[in-house]
């Protein structure tokens, strides 16, 4: 597992940076009105690609195993193709229920359709543990993105450029990738495998659509309060966020699941409790120290990255949308890895719809009183909420395991960066860059010399018979 985490951790840091200069370079040439158009569009994009799509990608993970017999390839395609043909009434439907132009409903859709196919084809590397194919295609989706999207927004499309630029990145991708994905043999359309799609699927597609809902409610809730400026400074810090939390947590999510599928199937239980107790205890040892760091250094990093009128915003809603995404990455990655092996795709949705009230309540609540903090601190809740509920129901579906001292040991770990990264930003000129650099590479190394002394994620017997068979190759 830890090669596999590995690989895609290096292939989403590639994309990471990309999204880095993305965010860099469009908070300085868009206006946040203009971002906002981006933030919204790409947010409903993601609502439409989970409610069309999440009930074919989901069952690829858990079934195909890169056998003839599981291979459900053909059958998906018939069913994308077939959504296209409704693609027209979506995106009047989008328009109509969120309030905004119809081009914009018929953006989203667009942008929905090709994240859609091209996370199909990441699906089935993932699903043959093919991880170097996942990595190319992933760096070629994000290096073409920002190259097509520059050359629209310098050109004077502005977001919609923005997003013409992320569609065009995503099919030449796809296109690239294509012969990988759909090598022969090809199993062609089987009605057997559309009713295991639908039978397994479609349950999960309600929770996901529900999920991608609560994904999105924060941003309707400040569109209809704050209009599209304060859409856009709230997805830019977001957005920020995203880049540094989240492509560790998917790097890591990439291989609980389909690892775990195959060991339940092949192995046996022993071999797959052992697996999701080293996942967990890698997930926490990764995001942990991550989100602690970015939360530090939020201020620096705000002004470093942001645009002018971006920045105030940044540095006030980074630190707490942080915590919000260490929630949301755990939930994600490690426990809905439960639902998926247990087979319990209804309790997916409860959780998911429990997690859509307290968000909904807090929003109301908060926004209107607070602004952009409130929301950011209503997904907080909502987000811990959700992660607490979802282990309770865990026990309904598949049994998760971890232990609390391997938790302990990296919370301790991270309290030690913690502080040396709080000296360094005091002793430093206050936001300059040379201080910023210096406090992260200081936070890495506190973090990794705790880390081995502390002997996370067993790294000093790791280090051990590392030295030991360089050793070997040396004598």
């Known amino acids: 597992m830890l090669r596999q985490a590995s690989t895609y951790l290096a292939a989403h840091a590639v994309s990471a940076l990309f999204g880095f200069a993305s965010i860099?370079?469009?908070?300085?040439?868009?206006?946040p009105a203009?971002?906002?158009?981006?933030?919204?569009?790409?947010?409903?994009?993601?609502?439409?690609?989970?409610?069309?799509?999440?009930w074919i990608r989901l069952s690829i993970i858990r079934f195909n195993q890169g056998t003839r017999e599981s291979d459900m390839r053909g059958t998906a395609l018939v069913c994308y193709l077939g959504l296209m043909l409704v693609s027209p009434v979506v995106a009047a439907i989008v328009a109509w229920v969120s309030g905004i132009p119809v081009w914009q409903g018929a953006f989203a859709v667009l942008v929905a359709f090709c994240l859609g196919f091209f996370e199909f084809g990441q699906d089935i590397f993932r699903s043959r543990q093919t991880p170097g194919a996942y990595a190319g295609a992933l760096i070629v989706r994000a290096a073409t993105s920002f190259a097509f999207s520059m050359a629209l927004v310098l050109a004077g499309y502005e977001g919609e450029g923005l997003l013409i630029g992320i569609c065009l990145g995503y099919g030449l991708a796809a296109l690239v990738f294509a012969p990988k994905v759909w090598r022969r043999p090809l199993r062609g359309f089987d009605r057997q495998i559309l009713r295991k799609l639908a039978r397994f699927g479609i349950p999960m597609t309600l929770s996901g659509s529900v999920f991608a809902l609560h994904a999105l409610f924060d941003?309707?809730?400040?569109?209809?309060?704050?209009?599209?400026?304060?859409?856009?400074?709230?997805?830019?810090?977001?957005?920020?966020?995203?880049?540094?939390?989240?492509f560790p947590a998917i790097a890591i999510g990439s291989a609980i699941i389909p690892v775990a599928a195959r060991l339940l199937a092949e192995t046996g239980p022993e071999?797959?409790?052992?697996?999701?107790?080293?996942?967990a205890e890698l997930l926490v040892a990764v995001?942990?120290?991550a989100v602690v760091g970015l939360a530090l250094v939020s201020g620096p990093l705000s002004d470093l990255m942001l645009g002018p009128e971006f920045r105030e915003a940044g540095k006030q809603l980074i630190p707490i949308l942080a915590f919000s995404w260490l929630f949301q990455a755990f939930t994600q990655q490690y426990i809905h890895a439960s639902f998926h092996l247990g087979q319990k795709p209804v309790l997916m949705l409860v959780q998911a719809l429990a997690m859509l009230a307290v968000n909904a309540g807090a929003m109301f609540a908060l926004v209107p009183r607070y602004g952009l903090q409130g929301a950011a601190w209503a997904l907080v809740i909502a987000e811990m909420f959700g992660m607490v509920i979802g282990y309770a129901l865990s026990f309904k579906a598949q049994r998760l395991f971890f232990k609390l001292s391997d938790f302990m040991r990296s919370g301790a770990a991270t309290a030690v960066m913690a502080l040396a990264t709080t000296i360094c930003l005091r002793l430093g000129p206050e936001g300059s860059l040379p201080t910023?650099?210096?406090?992260?590479f200081v936070g890495i190394a506190s973090y990794a010399g705790s880390a081995l002394l502390l002997n996370v994620l067993s790294l000093r017997g790791e280090a051990l018979v590392f030295l030991q068979r360089l050793k070997e190759r040396l004598a």
Do not use: N
């Open 24 to 31: 860099a370079v469009f908070t300085h040439l868009l206006s």
């Open 34 to 54: 203009a971002y906002g158009l981006y933030v919204v569009t790409m947010s409903l994009a993601g609502v439409i690609a989970a409610v069309l799509f999440s």
């Open 219 to 246: 941003r309707l809730i400040i569109l209809a309060y704050l209009g599209d400026a304060g859409a856009g400074a709230y997805g830019a810090a977001a957005d920020l966020v995203r880049q540094i939390i989240l």
């Open 271 to 279: 071999a797959t409790h052992r697996h999701l107790e080293r996942s």
């Open 287 to 289: 995001l942990l120290p």
């Open 436 to 440: 910023l650099i210096v406090s992260i």
